[in-house]
């Protein structure tokens, strides 16, 4: 079964600094999505990707935030200047159409220091 | 507003217990449903979904109702596992403005020998 793919799955990085976070989503899906859950809590949105632009965005997503889809599979998600409150599973997902299940990837742990 | 609100945990049950989680939803409209379970180190993934009214979805023994009339989409199994400890999310989507997903906080189920 095809699935979403995620690297690395875990990355250590320096308050700070610039962090590019990769995903191959599931290659016929349209929708693409950033998903963020601090230890322990609760799943958060992050943003939405669809046509090649955002469609929605979270508060959370702010100018620190940027998604790309550079080469028709990868979706990117970079963080300009990480900060400690960064620090968290951040998951992809994507999703075909309309009342069909998101599928997520295995997540990328960052852990800014 | 749209909003999932789920059954706080942790709940621990003994092997062969009965298990509920319950979720309830908010809404305009008539959201998909979903559960998602998280196992320990993993991403989510989909265990059961039920597109309208009165769909029950159902999947390794884990069974949910659609049920518009308390606006609910509770979490069954009749007979639980080891294996079955992981964190369980109930999921909806909107469709209004693209495809958008909200995640309730999680229940943490442990099943013990």
């Known amino acids: 079964e095809p699935e979403v793919t995620q690297t690395p799955s875990h990355q250590v990085t320096q308050m700070g600094q610039e962090v590019i976070l990769r995903c191959v989503p599931i290659s016929n899906h349209l929708y693409f999505y950033w998903y963020r859950q601090i230890l322990g809590q609760k799943v958060e949105f992050l943003v939405s990707f669809y046509n090649n632009e955002i469609s929605e965005k979270s508060e959370i997503f702010d100018d620190q935030f940027s998604v790309e889809r550079p080469d028709g599979s990868n979706f990117t998600l970079k963080i300009r200047s990480t900060k400690l409150e960064d620090s968290a599973m951040y998951f992809c997902?994507?999703?075909?159409?309309?009342?069909?299940?998101?599928?997520f990837g295995n997540g990328t742990r960052l852990t800014v220091t | 507003g749209n909003s999932v609100t789920q059954m706080e945990g942790p709940v621990t049950l003994s092997e062969e217990a009965f298990l509920t989680i319950n979720c309830t939803y908010t809404?305009?409209?008539?959201?998909?449903l979903f559960w998602y379970v998280q196992y320990p180190g993993e991403g989510l993934q989909l265990l059961l979904k039920a597109t309208k009214a009165d769909d029950k979805g159902s999947n390794k023994g884990f069974e949910a109702t659609y049920r518009k009339e308390t606006t609910s989409f509770h979490l069954e199994k009749g007979s639980v596992q080891v294996s079955d400890s992981a964190v369980y999310f109930c999921a909806r989507e909107i469709t209004n403005t693209g495809n958008q997903f909200y995640f309730g906080t999680g229940t943490s189920l442990t099943v013990i020998p």
């Open positions: 809404a305009t409209g008539y959201p998909s």
């Open positions: 997902a994507s999703l075909s159409g309309r009342n069909s299940p998101l599928h």
